[in-house]
T-cell receptor, first 115, second 115 residues
Framework: AQSVSQHNHHVILSEAASLELGCNYS??????LFWYVQYPGQHLQLLLK??????LVKGIKGFEAEFIKSKFSFNLRKPSVQWSDTAEYFCAVNPYGGSQGNLIFGKGTKLSVKP | DTEVTQTPKHLVMGMTNKKSLKCEQH?????MYWYKQKAKKPPELMFV???????INESVPSRFSPECPNSSLLNLHLHALQPEDSALYLC??????????????FGPGTRLLVL
């Protein structure tokens, strides 16, 4: 079955630390990849997405992600986190050619940034 | 503008009540979605509408009844719910373009409590 794995359940960092959140998926075909963020009490917001082309994609708020096809990975990175980055981060995959709306979410990673 | 609005923000209902959740977007998107998100879990797809027609029902119980009156509106009618149906109900929309390069934009959700 298609699945999305996020390795870290809860990550705790101090401000200015670097961040990398792991995401792996099990689908073998072409995929569309997304990272969404959910700030406390707020709705899911799109951070960045990958459809094709340059595997290093840049998103909002200084986030970037790298698609490594051979590793079925789409890890999220930020060089220096801020307290305001405290949120839940979800990786999501839409298998290309899959049924419409087939957006598969990982279980999420809670990021806590200490001021 | 990537705004999806949902009303109400909060809803408390008894198991014998009938209520409706509403979702609206004015981005010209032709696909709309309902997701259910339990606490500390990822969103789970419930229904997908494409061009106002129901295209996916992820085996959702009949006590949840979706409706798409027009391309901008999506309703979720609730009847005889159970306490375990308490969750955050998210609406999303996407453009419905060729090639399956769809990006879903989420509303803030309706937090439902069933007593």
């Amino acid at each position: 079955a298609q699945s999305v794995s996020q390795h870290n359940h809860h990550v705790i960092l101090s401000e200015a630390a670097s961040l990398e959140l792991g995401c792996n998926y099990s689908y073998g075909g072409t995929v569309n990849l997304f990272w969404y963020v959910q700030y406390p009490g707020q709705h899911l917001q799109l951070l960045l997405k990958y459809f094709s082309g340059d595997p290093l994609v840049k998103g909002i708020k200084g986030f970037e992600a790298e698609f490594i096809k051979s590793k079925f990975s789409f890890n999220l990175r930020k060089p220096s986190v801020q307290w305001s980055d405290t949120a839940e981060y979800f990786c999501a995959v839409n298998p290309y050619g899959g049924s419409q709306g087939n957006l598969i979410f990982g279980k999420g990673t809670k990021l806590s940034v200490k001021p | 503008d990537t705004e999806v609005t949902q009303t109400p923000k909060h809803l408390v209902m008894g198991m014998t009540n009938k209520k409706s959740l509403k979702c609206e977007q004015h981005m010209g998107h032709r696909a709309m979605y309902w997701y259910k998100q339990k606490a500390k879990k990822p969103p789970e797809l419930m229904f997908v509408y494409s061009y106002e027609k129901l295209s996916i029902n992820e085996s959702v119980p009949s006590r949840f009844s979706p409706e798409c009156p027009n391309s901008s509106l999506l309703n979720l009618h609730l009847h005889a719910l159970q306490p375990e149906d308490s969750a955050l109900y998210l609406c999303a929309s996407s453009q419905q373009r060729r090639g399956n390069q769809e990006t879903q934009y989420f509303g803030p959700g309706t937090r439902l409590l069933v007593l």
